[in-house]
Nanobody, 125 residues
C-alpha cells in the first residue's frame, strides 16, 4: 500500500523560508517520478516541481524557480521542498505526488497516481 505523508507546513512572513518533507512508503522513489503541487483556495492544483527517475533533472514552475529547491533522499525514501523568499502568493496546500506510470508529461497533475494529504503553507504580508 502506497502512502505519502507530508510535513513541515506552517505560517511564515513574506521573505521567510520553510522546508516541506514527504515520507513515502510502499514504493521505491528511485523508480518513480516525484513532484510537488500546490492548490490555493478557489484555484486549480498547479505544478511546483518534479524530479525524474534516473536522469537527475529537476523541473520547476517559473513562479518558484530560483526560490524553491526539490531534493530526494533515496536512502530514507523521502522527498523535500526547500522554499526560500516566500511570497503571499505562495500560500496554498502543498501536495507530494508520485507517478509510477509512463506518461508524456510529468508537469501535470493527471500524470500522478498517488498523492499525499497535503500540508498548509501560509505566507503573511
Amino acid at each position: 500500500q502506497v502512502q505519502l505523508v507530508e510535513s513541515g507546513g506552517g505560517l511564515v512572513q513574506a521573505g521567510g523560508s520553510l522546508s516541506l518533507s514527504c515520507a513515502a512508503s510502499g514504493l521505491n522513489i528511485r523508480t518513480c517520478y516525484m513532484a510537488w503541487f500546490r492548490q490555493a483556495p478557489g484555484k486549480e492544483r498547479e505544478f511546483v516541481s518534479a524530479a525524474g527517475r534516473s536522469d537527475g533533472n529537476t523541473y520547476y514552475a517559473d513562479s518558484v524557480k530560483d526560490r524553491f529547491t526539490m531534493s530526494r533522499d533515496s536512502a530514507k525514501n523521502n522527498v523535500y521542498l526547500r522554499m526560500n523568499s516566500l511570497k503571499p502568493e505562495d500560500t496554498a496546500v502543498y501536495f507530494c505526488a508520485v507517478s509510477t506510470v509512463t506518461t508524456s508529461s510529468y508537469l501535470v497533475a493527471p500524470s500522478y497516481n498517488y498523492w499525499g494529504q497535503g500540508t498548509q503553507v501560509t505566507v503573511s504580508s
